[in-house]
Structure formats: C-alpha cells, structure tokens
C-alpha cells in the first residue's frame, strides 16, 4: 500500500509538471514542441548543437517508449493509482494479483501516453507556420535567458499571440521585457539575437 501511494505521488507530481509546461528541461518540452525539419541560416552554431541535431534523428529513428522518461513518469503514477484502489475496493484480492494488474495498467497507460505525446510532438507545423514567418519577427522575453541556457519569448503573429522556447549565441543575459530579433528556427525553438538598432 505504501509502494502505491509513493508511486501515485512521484508519478503523480511529475505528471501535472508536464501538463503545466514544468518540466521545461527534461524531455517534456519536446513532447509538446512541433518537430520542424528546416535548416537554419545562423552563423557560428557550435558543436554541440550539430551533436544535439546528430542524437535526436538518431533518437527519431530508433525511438523506443521504455527509453523515454515520460513513459516511465505515467507508468509509475497509474501503476500506483491502479494499485491504490485496487487496495481499496478489492481488500482481499491476493497481494501478487493487485501488483501484476497494477503493473500491467502502469505499462499499458505509459506506452499510450508515450505514443500520444511522441505523435503531437512530430505534427508538421507548415500547415499553421512556416519558418520563413518567424525569421525577422520581433519577439519579446518572457522567461530570462543567456548564451549558456533555453528560455523563453512571444511574438505576434497572424493576430495571435504565439509562444516559443529561445536560445541565443551572444555573450549576454535577455531579462524578461526585453525585445529580441528572429534569425531563425531549430526543433521548434527560435535563435534569437538583440533588437537593439533594429526597427520593429
């Protein structure tokens, strides 16, 4: 019973995390993020990011659920969930029984909640926004960022509001307010640059 509710809990937890867009850097940014495969025109991307691209056709192509941590962060809370009520309802059903059809729905819920999320995350976005749109566009920081880490800027378009994680190769710190220019788009996140001297 303790094993469930700890399960149910931890699982639990990071499951509303990943709804609520809180686990930025773990792998849930890119379950909801639109996969675009487009070059960028962006001087002097390092190596790592050549790396980063390399790993993730790699992880494309060879992509398996039990390797993916929103797998195990939904197997784990209904594994426990499953186990909780079945604690619950069926007190006397024989422990090793609860604990297979508590695994079992932990699995199978994982599995569906891996696919699901692998298949929103490769929806083309041509037919919503080309990249050629964002390019140039000034956008505006909302989540503070610098050279060494992602964060995150808004822009409109289309008379829409639109959301984007942000990167950026200058050697300084975006506070949140501050207007960046659009040089170009990687995996759904935009490299960004200063607006300053730059009309908007």
Not at 43 to 68: C, E, K, M, Y
Not at 181 to 187: I, K
């Amino acid at each position: 019973m303790l094993v469930y509710g700890l399960c149910f809990m931890v699982g639990g937890i990071f499951v509303l995390l990943a709804a609520a867009g809180g686990l930025d850097g773990v792998d849930f940014a890119g379950d909801f993020d639109i996969d675009v495969e487009t070059p960028i025109d962006v001087d002097d991307i390092d190596v790592g990011t050549q790396i980063d691209q390399t790993l993730t056709a790699l992880r494309n192509r060879w992509w398996l659920p039990f390797l993916s941590l929103r797998f195990w962060t939904f197997a784990l809370c209904f594994f426990g969930l499953t186990g909780l009520l079945l604690s619950w309802a069926q007190p006397d059903l024989p422990r090793w029984l609860a604990a297979l059809l508590a695994l079992l729905m932990g699995l199978f819920c994982g599995l569906v909640a891996a696919l699901v999320l692998r298949s929103l995350a490769r929806q083309p976005v041509s037919s919503l926004i080309r990249p050629e749109e964002l390019t140039g566009q000034i956008a505006t920081v909302e989540i503070p960022f610098d050279a060494h880490s992602r964060g995150k800027v808004y822009l409109r378009l289309r008379d829409s509001t639109i959301s984007f994680f942000a990167m950026t190769q200058e050697e300084r710190e975006f506070q949140k307010g501050d207007a960046v220019l659009v040089v170009g788009l990687e995996h759904n996140k935009l490299w960004v640059a200063s607006a300053e001297g730059v009309d908007g």
